[in-house]
């Protein structure tokens, strides 16, 4: 995939959600151009938006992520704050993907497999992604169902239960109400619960367990 100025293969992760204070300050720095707490801010989202890209099914999850962050740069000034800026920032994400899904709807039905096994290849650079926290015959598992789940549902049960954003801000992501954000995740467990059978919470436990910083 192409470079980018805010980082990529190499670059230490940072845990998704930092104080609401460290967050705030990255922000207030961006909007007036520090490049460094561009950077920052961007390697914070990088490595979740490509976990949820995965998720999603998307073959290019690093791209979609680099995209997605760019997005979130250029559109910066549009943040208003009346929205969590992570639930603002996956948004954007829910969107490329959503984008992505639609321009290649014939191709994406094996899609997800594929990113399965792309995600844990010991030659992919990026495959700290999720290679740590679960195998791939798991999550080869995990995306064949979610193939199973309508899209809405898929996006409201990974946002939920993988990126921890609760049922307010599923809907400030998706477009939708905390009410209907609610219930497609509801819906979709029911949906996983039938097609994993009793191993379903243990695979998204492991899905779900955060990262762990570089160097920790």
């Known amino acids: 995939s192409r470079g980018s100025p805010f980082g990529g293969p190499g670059k230490p992760r940072i845990r998704f959600r930092m104080s609401e204070d460290d967050e705030s300050e990255l922000i207030r720095g961006a909007m007036r151009g520090d490049r460094a707490a ?70 994406s039905l094996g899609a997800s497999r594929e990113t399965a096994r792309r995600a844990i290849d010991p030659r992919n650079p990026s495959r700290s992604v999720l290679s740590t926290v679960v195998h791939r015959e798991n999550l080869e598992k995990i995306l064949g169902a979610f ?18 954003l609760d049922y307010r801000e599923i809907g400030e992501a998706t477009g939708t109400s905390e009410a209907t954000a609610r219930v497609r995740v509801h819906r979709a467990k029911m949906m996983l619960q039938c097609e994993l059978g009793p191993g ?5 436990e492991q899905t779900a367990k955060p990262e762990k910083d570089a160097g920790s």
């Open 200 to 204: 379903f919470a243990t695979l998204m």
């Open 38 to 107: 561009m950077d920052l801010l961007a390697r914070n989202y990088l490595s979740h938006v490509s976990k949820f890209a995965i998720l999603m099914g998307v073959k290019e999850p690093d791209e979609l992520a680099q995209e997605t962050v760019t997005e979130m740069m250029k559109s910066l000034g549009s943040f208003q704050g009346r929205a969590k800026f992570a639930s603002w920032v996956m948004s954007i994400a829910v969107n490329m993907c959503r984008k992505w899904r639609r321009e290649h709807r014939r191709r």
């Open 147 to 164: 193939d199973c789940l309508p899209s809405a549902f898929r996006e409201a049960f990974i946002l939920k239960s993988v990126e921890g």
